[in-house]
């Protein structure tokens, strides 16, 4: 939050990152907040939250049941600005993606456990709940995906890159009761390390609504259950100068095609191979 100082990062123990076995196939660790340095004792402590930081000046924050500063804490359910329970756990995160301050946005980062790889499909998907006391909502929070850390940026504006997934334009994200699904999907270049999760759009290009809340900071917003994970690959239409061919999306793409049903292949349109129909008879005379 903007009002609240924000202390100096800890170094925070290898054993607190480790993800289990069960949970290898999502890639975000620490994926509902659960593992943290210490209780929350004030906002503006992405610090005391394991692997997670903020990239940007804008100082988001970790809410945890564990806080014993009222009425001021972060605490699950019950804080300054609203009434939420954890959807998994006892934590979740919070920031401020729209802002009474000018082009003013808070984001959430993280390593992602591994590198993605190039041409695999990884579905995204994370939880939102508008914060009871927001004055305004959005329609617009997304994720990025980064070659290296997008940070430290001295300064709380609107990062300048574009998502590749964010919640549809027009849809608002104004539900303060339940928790909300932002999903999506995208194909890796190989570079992606970590995530960034916030609003890339400044006041310019950012749709808002009223809400009901009375705090005059602007759009309140937890997130909980942070996942990407890869898709089973299968073969699609790979179009390679011009000769349509199946692929799976890696070996498309390594080989410098365009996974697409793209009109001007041949065959056209570039799909699969219709198999040739017979009879069971004939398949008899000949199989013996």
Partial sequence: MPSLPRLAPIVLMAAMVATSPAAAVNLVPNDSFELYANCPAGYSNMFDVAVWTAPTTGTSDFHHSCANNPPFAPDVPTNPLGFQFARTGEAYCGFIPSSAAPDYREYIEAP???????????LVTFYVSLADDSMISIDRIGAYFSNGSVGPVGNYAALPYT????????????????????SGSFV????????????????GAQNTQPASGTWPGGAYYYIDDVSVEPQ???????CIAGACSMALPGECAAAGGVTIAAPDCEP?????TVATKTTWGRLKTIYR
């Fill in 232 to 238: 089973v690959a299968v073969d699609q239409p790979c």
């Fill in 268 to 272: 056209s349109p570039c799909g699969a």
């Fill in 112 to 122: 992602l456990t591994s590198t993605l790889v190039i041409g695999t499909t990884y």
């Fill in 188 to 203: 890796a270049n190989g570079t992606e390390t970590h995530i960034v999760i916030g609003s890339f759009r400044d006041d």
């Fill in 163 to 182: 998502p590749q997934v964010e919640s549809p334009a027009g849809t608002f994200l104004d539900d303060t009761v339940n928790w909300m699904l932002v």
